[in-house]
């Protein structure tokens, strides 16, 4: 089947998923919500990790009003600070005996220099480093579920990330500039993924990793790129642009759900530049691609988070 002309997909596409059970983090807004909402239409038990436990009872409850029949279990995750990351998969392993889909959803944008409770820049900190321990920390739950997958969202901004292994976290704020440590994260959650799917197939897991990007999408993301007053300027160009939280996050559910994906596959919106439209598959960049760039990372990652894959 070709995956990129046979038809539009979309939520229509999602087949039943009762019994299914789903992490989905940064369920509350945005991309993660649109996620939720969709899994849990389709019957999956839905883990909605958040940092806030009142804005994921909020969501939920939006939820609840369209689909009361919803199974959507809020859970407490901070990418941002191990110990919580550690407490979320704890609780996980105490409630769940398998995990069928793990949506690495949740990220930051562009904010300004800052370190996670455990002292990495924020933005590498929570969208890799803070993911990188989830799934490992989940791996022997997606080792005993026949056919789970990984699911890791990056951005058209991978494009712009460049890897420096002698400064990786940019040390005290040095080279730090909001655009460089977004595209390197968005840059790190693909050599994550890839170097992922190689280390399922060189144990034989019956798992894959495979990543998604939204094109541009309005959601809360942008709230770091630009202050209040120069958005409500730039809303008006910004607007063509950008496609809804409901369709950009179509590419993270076909990647989650699609039958015939293929570990390492990337997909993303089908129009020009990838900003906008249907999902299909996509390419990412040669860098991420690039082997010793993945294992660099990968024992890096495990190094400071002190999160071991076996
Ligand atoms: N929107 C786009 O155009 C676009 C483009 C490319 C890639 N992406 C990617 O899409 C993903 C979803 O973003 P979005 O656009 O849906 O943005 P969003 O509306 O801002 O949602 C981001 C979610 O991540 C959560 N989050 C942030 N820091 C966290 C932490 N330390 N621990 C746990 N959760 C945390 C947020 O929680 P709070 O609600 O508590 O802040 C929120 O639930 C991100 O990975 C982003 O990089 C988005």
Same mark, same amino acid.
């Given at each position: ?18 019994? $299914?059970? *789903? ?45 009361? $029949? ?7 995750? +901070? ?20 995990? %069928? ?36 920390? @989940? ?30 976290? &940019?040390? %005290? ?12 994260? $968005? ?6 993924? &890839? ?10 897991? +019956? ?25 409500? *300027? ?31 596959? &990337? ?13 299909? @598959?996509?390419?990412?960049? %040669?860098?991420? &691609? ?15 988070? $002190?999160?071991?894959?076996?």
């Amino acid at each position: 089947m070709n995956m990129n002309t046979s038809h539009n997909w979309t939520t229509a596409s999602i087949p039943v998923l009762t019994g $299914k059970i *789903i992490v989905v983090t940064g369920g509350n807004s945005g991309l993660g919500f649109e996620a939720v909402k969709a899994f849990a239409e389709k019957g999956a038990t839905v883990i909605m990790a958040c940092r806030s436990v009142s804005k994921g009872e909020n969501a939920k409850r939006l939820i609840l009003e369209l689909f009361p $029949k919803a199974i959507i279990v809020v859970s407490e995750l +901070d990418l941002a600070d191990l110990k919580s990351i550690t407490a979320f998969s704890n609780r996980f392993y105490e409630q769940y005996s398998s995990l %069928n889909i793990l949506l690495n959803n949740a990220g930051i944008m562009m904010g300004p220099y800052c370190l996670t409770k455990d002292g990495f820049e924020n933005q590498i900190g929570t969208n890799h480093l803070g993911h990188f321990a989830l799934t490992g920390l @989940l791996l022997p739950m997606l080792k005993k579920t026949p056919k789970s997958r990984v699911v890791n969202v990056s951005s058209i901004a991978h494009k712009q990330g460049v890897m420096d292994f002698s400064n990786l976290l &940019y040390e %005290n704020g040095s080279g730090y500039t909001p655009m460089k440590a977004y595209g390197r994260s $968005k840059l790190s959650n693909l050599l994550f993924t &890839y170097e992922l799917q190689r280390f399922f197939e060189k144990n034989k897991i +019956d798992c894959i990793a495979v990543a998604a990007h939204p094109g541009v999408s309005d959601t809360n993301l942008f709230q770091h790129a630009a202050s209040k007053w120069v958005m409500s *300027i730039l809303k008006p160009v910004f607007s063509l642009f950008v496609q809804s939280a409901s369709m950009g996050v179509l590419p993270e559910l076909r990647a989650s759900v699609e039958s015939f994906a293929k570990g390492g596959e &990337y997909f993303g919106p089908k129009g020009k530049g990838e900003m906008k439209g249907y999902p299909v @598959l996509v390419n990412s960049t %040669n860098d991420s &691609y690039d082997l010793d760039n993945a294992k660099k990372l990968w024992e890096i990652s495990e190094k400071l988070t $002190k999160v071991v894959y076996s």
